[in-house]
Nanobody, 124 residues
């Protein structure tokens, strides 16, 4: 069982940066692939990126590639989402998610555990 708590959201101007954190409970955090998703008002939840259990492999949606970076610190049971060059269209509730075993990591259904989300608002 893994419990996830996101933090770090807020209001930022376009072009600015934010770093989201996702703190996980449980001693087996290092065994989980971690994903970030977001959901804008009136839209479906969408994949942002993911990082493997070791932290050696990351993958991003095209919409955030080159602007967002995912990292993790297994000693602190925490995964991060560094967001730079933010745009108004990045406004959404951001969620972290965890899965231990999966053949895919790009859909909501691929993940077993979810945080409650943190709001990111980017003003123009």
């Amino acid at each position: 069982q893994v419990q996830l708590v996101e933090s770090g959201g807020g209001l930022v101007q376009a072009g600015g940066s934010l770093r989201l954190s996702c703190a996980a409970s449980g001693r087996t955090f290092s065994r989980y692939t971690m994903g970030w998703f977001r959901q804008a008002p009136g839209k479906e939840r969408e994949f942002v990126g993911r990082i493997t259990w070791s932290g050696t492999s990351t993958y991003y949606a095209d919409s955030v590639k080159g602007r967002f970076t995912i990292s993790r610190d297994n000693a602190k049971n925490t995964v991060y989402l560094q967001m730079n060059s933010l745009k108004p269209e990045d406004t959404a509730v951001y969620y972290c998610a965890a899965v231990q075993y999966s053949s895919s990591w790009y859909s909501e259904k691929d993940y077993d555990y979810w945080g409650q989300g943190t709001q990111v608002t980017v003003s123009s």
